[in-house]
């Protein structure tokens, strides 16, 4: 009895898997939400402004963690560049940012 209720419910998940890779989404996507959109400067150095205390500018920038734009986090990296050389001085380390669902 107990495998009959188990094919059944196996039956029916991959019955929902199938309808759900149809629709292209993904069972997290349909349950949690679709993860927004990577931003539009993904990748791009931003400069932040001078860090009062060495007086270096700090840049950042947001690459993805996994390729592709369904990865689900992104990697923020920081550094701190001499202004006058622009040569990269010193690193914070890497810190991954979870994407937000809608």
């Not at 791009?44 to 690459?63: C, F, N």
């Amino acid at each position: 009895m107990i495998g009959v209720v188990l094919a059944a419910l196996l039956f029916w998940a991959c019955v929902f898997a199938v309808y759900l890779a149809t629709q292209g989404q993904s069972p997290a996507d349909f349950l949690l939400g679709r993860a927004e959109a990577p931003p539009q400067d993904l990748g791009i150095w931003k400069e932040l402004g001078l860090d009062p205390s060495s007086q270096l500018m700090r840049e950042e920038r947001l690459v993805l963690l996994e390729s592709g734009p369904r990865a689900g986090q992104l990697l923020r990296q920081v550094r701190y560049v001499d202004p006058l050389t622009r040569a990269v001085v010193g690193a914070e380390s890497e810190q991954r940012v979870s994407r937000r669902r809608r």
